[in-house]
């Protein structure tokens, strides 16, 4: 069995408005791809926001006192952090440099995966980009997309970085999906002795993001699509949604 | 850019004792792979427990007063809960059919590691397996004799699958690695627009492990070595156990 991974070269420079799913059809043609069913195309959060038109002005932002007074405790501009609070239900843990909060979509993350890098900061350093609205719906807009232009039923991931608790590092990880198992269920499938019933959940579209992410780098808008090829799988599509723990089910939280 | 992850085909089922790397070396040569420097040869945990002999019988296990007790809020086998604890450091959560602990190797996960699947259990169901016992060293080792072999510089990674806080279902993730920069750090270096310093770490190894993982399923003794081909990297090797957060910087226990 083989995966392939390939970057999809010279995607343009997003800007807000643009048409990104039309960049990433003329990309993959222009590189000559013939799509195949199950291919998976990946795409980097960051153009997906940048394209969504997901920039605040910090300028803009008036502080309220409970982010006046988190900022002090983390050192960070109070402006970001109101922005990171006006994206989040709850601050799950914060120290120095550092906020974890739940976004409003559910992930548990870092300062609400709202960004300063690779934001082309023309008027100083105060435009911030947020999530785009919404992940799962905008990969089954572009699934669907795909699927009439190239008469394929291939699969997308939009995949972010997301440091993690007890590790360092970021690690690529979906945050929307469509036409894959997210989360595959293994339940009740034989192990190789065929005498137990497993009990693993299996976050397959997280590893997917994970692959893709080391050829994206942290350059994302450099390399911001990879499609993946080979890939195979026997359950039906869930959306990256069903990643997320509930808070009830939580221990971390 | 491309990178290819191939199952290496044929490696026997491993007993106690068996030459694994001896095995691998040999599916490399059987499948026709011409090892060329940076590929990445990644090797399931399990497998190498198993060569390691590391099994324990339950019916040996006598549970102390502590593993009694914890085995009743989890609501599992007291045995069982006994050789988690002496695993382990330090349980940093439970609840019912779940322990979460510091392995002595460092690595915040599940049970310790310890595991009941996959394994052939002929003498009833009380055999289970502990993780290896050097994961570095033995990635090391092999990427040693690889080197020695092939006269060829490859890296290996031994994965296994985490749950983690947060999120639904298992991902790869590197408890061992030689030869490559598992925590890549890109401290200091521009982003796109060349304004800023980065602060980003990323965690390479653990998304080599999560894509690795993506073609051994979780019938990880059917398929327990993939080689990945087509990844650079221009920083010098760091083990795994750099990927580790000490718990004084953690602030999820």
Redesign the interface.
Known sequence: ???????LPDVPLVSPGDDLGGFLIAAIERAGIVPQTRDILVVAQKVVSKAEGRFVDLRQVVPSARAEKLAVAVDKDPRLVEVILSQSTEVV???RG?I?VAHKLG??MANAGVD??????TDGDTNVLLLPEDPDGWCEALRQRLLAHFDVEMAVVMND?FG??????????AIGTAGLPA??D?VGEP???G??L?I?????A???A??A???M???A???PAVLMRG?SWSRPPVPAS????AKAE????
Do not use: P
């Open positions: 069995m083989t995966l392939t991974l390939t970057t843990a914060h120290r550092a974890v992930f548990v300063q890098s690779n934001v082309d900061q970085s993690r608790a007890w590790r360092h590092g970021t690690v690529g990880v989360l595959l293994c192990d190789l002795f005498r137990k497993r693993t959940q299996i976050g397959l997280d590893e997917v994970a692959a992410s080391l050829l780098g942290q350059a808008e450099g390399q890939l069903t990643l997320i723990r939580d221990m971390f939280r």
